[in-house]
């Protein structure tokens, strides 16, 4: 089974304060994906990655950054965590061949205060 | 740009009843379409996926879902539902990323669903 590991489920900050989320995939995806998901309004992307070291802007790029250094790690940067970004945050995985088909982690639930 | 819609936010259905979940995209070439389902705490599960062929697929659990290309309708179906199966369900659609990688989905809002015992 594909296993897509999150490093943390529960996670408070304070305001400007830099956050990282690790995502783990232990498939050999190329892809990978990091989204948020907030009541009413479903999943958005933030961004994704096809390759090392190449990443792509999702939907909602915003006040993050990513970095993949590793196939299996991708991680997720809030630079200075604000209110706004109180969030879950999902990671996924895909292959390159079949991308479409994306395997989900449990989920980071971060809260900004 | 490709969208999703799924029209009702909440539905609530008898145990035992059958069930149909809406979803309606909006893409330019052949979609590439997608049912999730998220439990209470969980991540996404895929359940089903459209990419060509049989316009009627099924899935895990006993889903089934049917592609109307006239209609952009892809719409989710079980025929006896069970306790265990409220969740949120998410409709997705599928396209090429700006560089050709990365395959992204595009994600409904949401349907919740809940059982009555």
């Known amino acids: 089974d594909v296993k897509v590991t999150q490093s943390s489920r529960y996670l408070v900050k304070r305001t400007g304060e830099k956050v990282f989320l690790e995502c783990v995939q232990d498939m050999d995806h190329e892809n990978m994906f990091w989204y948020r998901q907030d009541p009413g309004l479903g999943l958005r992307l933030i961004y994704f990655s096809y390759d090392v070291k190449m990443k792509e802007k999702g939907d909602i790029p915003e006040g993050y950054s990513v970095s993949r250094e590793k196939k299996e790690r991708f991680s997720l940067i809030l630079e200075s965590a604000s209110t706004n970004q109180t969030s879950m945050y999902l990671c996924?995985?895909?292959?390159?061949?079949?991308?479409?088909?994306?395997?989900f982690g449990p989920g980071t639930r971060l809260t900004v205060t | 740009a490709q969208s999703v819609t799924q029209p009702d936010i909440h539905i609530t259905v008898s145990e035992g009843a059958s069930l149909e979940l809406r979803c309606n995209y909006s893409?330019?070439?052949?979609?590439?379409l997608f049912w999730y389902v998220q439990s209470p705490g969980q991540g996404l599960q895929l359940l089903l996926k459209?990419?060509?062929?049989?316009?009627l697929v099924q899935g895990i659990k006993g889903f089934e879902a049917e592609f109307k290309r006239s209609q952009s309708s892809f719409n989710l179906r079980k025929p006896s539902v069970h306790w265990s199966d409220a969740a949120e369900y998410f409709c997705a659609v599928g396209a090429m990323g700006l560089t050709g990688g990365g395959n992204k989905l595009t994600f409904g809002t949401g349907t919740q669903l809940k059982v009555e015992l």
């Open positions: 996924a995985s895909s292959l390159l061949a079949y991308g479409y088909e994306q395997y």
């Open positions: 459209y990419f060509s062929g049989d316009t």
């Open positions: 893409y330019g070439a052949t979609p590439y």
